[in-house]
Each structure stands twice: as C-alpha cells, then as structure tokens.
C-alpha cells in the first residue's frame, strides 16, 4: 500500500472516530442530564453526615459520577462507530496519484 494512502486511511479514521466520540456524547446529553441529577441527589444523601465539606463535594462528585456513567460509554461507542466507518470509507476511496 502506498504511503500517501494509508495517511489518507490513518487520518480520515482518526478524524471520523472523534466526530463520532462528539456525536455519541452530544446525543447522550439528555440522559446523562437526568443521571447527574440523580446522582447528585444521592450524593447529597451520602454526603449528609459529612457536614459541611459533604454538603458542598457529595453532589458535586455525584453529578460528575452519574453524568460519566452515561457519557463515557456513549462517546466510546460513538468513537468506535465512526472509526469503522471512516476506515471503510477511507479504504474504498480510489487511490490518488501525486503529481511530482
């Protein structure tokens, strides 16, 4: 394989995995929304008989968990979704010729 073909493959892979990471983590934001709510509810539950510092850093580090536990995945599987089809597609273009 030619080099200027496997950069073309390598790059135009590399560059669909991340639109498809910010595709699966934009489209995952209503739910990853409901679950930091809740996971700041449960930290401030948790966080209770820690006054005054669980007050403040419960929800804090529940938000951040429960939002995680949804947006994590989804920009994972979003990126390994956008890599295949990149490489497809980068594979199946026809090969360019450079002028010297």
């Known amino acids: 394989m030619e080099r200027s073909r496997s950069d073309r493959i ?6 669909t995995a991340a639109m498809g990471a910010v595709a699966g983590a934009g489209t995952s934001v209503p739910i990853a929304a409901t679950s ?3 996971g700041g509810a449960l930290g401030l539950v948790f966080g209770l008989p820690f006054v005054p510092v669980g007050l403040v850093a419960g929800p804090v580090l529940g938000a951040a968990f429960g939002a995680a536990v949804i947006t994590v995945p989804a920009a994972a599987i979003g990126a390994a979704a956008g890599a ?3 490489a497809v597609n980068a594979f199946n273009a026809p090969s360019r010729v450079v002028a010297d």
Do not use: K
């Open 36 to 38: 930091a709510l809740v």
């Open 10 to 15: 390598a790059g135009q892979t590399v560059g």
């Open 84 to 86: 295949a089809v990149g």
